[in-house]
């Protein structure tokens, strides 16, 4: 399987950005969509995630200001990111896995000035 990111980038604290990423090649349903993120110097943590079905689940940390969603015909998912925050700034991955795999993209910066 393979991950194709897109979005991120440099925005000012309260900004808005959308990441995207499309799964291609071969994906075994059903399988979760997930954006995990790595600030320099922490760990990698899970920012939100989404199943074949729809049910979502979300950091603490971003809980009511970002938003997962996915279109199971394009084997896509978005990450719709508001209010950003300082905090916020990180390598922001997309992973792909099912019964049988875990995949995750390049991964894509955000940054998020004061």
């Known amino acids: 399987v393979q991950l194709q990111a897109s979005g991120g980038g440099l925005v000012q604290a309260g900004g808005s950005l959308r990441l995207s990423c499309a799964a291609s090649g071969n994906i075994f349903s059903p399988f979760n969509l997930a954006w995990y993120r790595q600030a320099p110097g922490k760990q990698r943590e899970l920012v939100a995630r989404i199943t074949t079905g729809g049910s979502t689940n979300y950091a603490d940390s971003v809980k009511g200001r970002y938003t997962v969603s996915r279109d199971n015909t394009k084997n896509t998912v978005s990450l719709q990111m508001s209010s950003l925050k300082p905090e916020d700034t990180a390598v922001y991955y997309c992973?792909?896995?099912?019964?049988?795999?875990?995949?995750w993209g390049q991964g894509t910066q955000v940054t998020v000035s004061s």
């Open positions: 992973q792909y896995s099912d019964v049988r795999v875990t995949y």
